[in-house]
């Protein structure tokens, strides 16, 4: 595995704090808790009854009717339920400040959420100098920034291989016609949960970067100076062709839960780096035909204030990997780490240098229980080889 290729899909978030400082300004002023708007002025599409919205596919452009009704939970006031009928919604970037409530579709199998047929516009250059809105729109179908939510029981397919109008940032050229994220969760505090979501995406031979044509399916991250607290839950939901499955980085006074996930033809199904404070479980996960099934980094710029792990329990139990590498746990530890990977069943391809664990040289006083090859370059690691 190569560390830098992994880092440079970090990056994305990584860099931020260094570029950016500690504040920036929304340049869309939000919808208050006081602004009563109404479903009923979403068009026909959208319905209310009482605490739950109700929409449906139009058959064109959804965006306008789904952002509308996104609107109107959060003007609320008040935890709200958005229904997604079944059939396919057909939207560009969806942007959710301060959602408290639920946004469920149908089923896995029955709704889904689709790019627009010609590519969405994305604001060209380093968009994450301010948070994603109608006037700074990100390369992400759904953002979140903020909020207590629930997204589940839906699919977000992208097949485009290049679904976006080009973006670069970090003077990375020539402009790339990926999306960074099939839902993003940013801001300072979010209690997110992702709930029987299939990510779906498709192989892009002319990305250049990473060959797929979504960088990551679901990334809680902090952004603009802070880390992000709070607890993001990815559950029985499925990575299909994506580069990145579950990814968190930049968090501090948080937990992360990754449970019962698939994942084919992912590179990475799970990336995990800089935590402060953090207590973190991958367990029951099943991975298959990609390069690193669990990757636990370290991604940060310099300067930034949450880097590798301090004062973080992580443990990696009870999977299924089948990979180039199991896991990776190549984090600089700080103080206050307890590490445990155990009970993991772990098929790796050693024809290429794969191994079942891998302990990078940052790593100590980490337990490892596994079937297989262990390369450990820690201190004070505990390896235990089962026969």
Known sequence: ??????????????????????????????????????????????????????????????????????????????????????????????????????????????????????????????????????????????????????????????????????????????????????????????????????????????????????????????ILGPPIAGAFSVRDSAFIEVAAGAVAVNLKDARVSVLDNTSHRTTWPVQIADLDRTEVLVAGNRFQDGAAGIQILDGCAPGEPVCGLRDTRLAIAGNQLSEVDGVEVIATFGEGVRCAVVGNQIQYDPAVGGVAVWLGPGTKDCLVVTRGAVKDQGVGNRVIAIP
């Open 1 to 222: 595995m190569k560390r830098s290729q992994t880092k440079l899909l970090l990056s994305l978030a990584a860099a931020v704090v260094a570029a950016c400082g500690s504040s920036t300004t929304d340049p869309v002023p939000s919808i208050s808790a006081s602004t009563y708007l109404r479903a009923t002025d979403c068009g026909p599409s959208v319905s209310r009854h009482g605490e739950v919205i109700d929409v449906s596919p139009t058959g064109a452009d959804d965006t306008a009717s789904l952002q509308c009704a996104i609107d109107a939970a959060i003007a609320a006031g008040r935890p709200m339920s958005i229904r997604l009928a079944a059939g396919t919604f057909h939207t560009s970037q969806l942007v959710a400040k301060g959602f408290n409530g639920r946004l469920a579709g149908s089923g896995k199998d029955a709704t889904v959420l689709a790019n627009p047929a010609t590519p969405m516009f994305v604001t060209p250059l380093d968009f994450y100098l301010a948070e994603p809105s109608a006037t700074n729109p990100w390369p992400s179908l759904l953002a979140f920034v903020d909020g207590d939510f629930k997204v589940s029981d839906l699919t977000i397919q992208v097949l485009d291989e290049a679904p976006t109008t080009g973006w670069s940032i970090f003077g990375i050229m020539p402009p790339i016609k990926a999306l960074a994220h099939e839902i993003v969760i940013v801001g300072t505090s979010a209690r997110a949960s992702v709930e029987r979501v299939a990510f779906v995406g498709k192989v892009a031979p002319s990305d250049q970067l990473f060959g797929m044509n979504i960088y990551n399916a679901v990334f809680f991250e902090g």
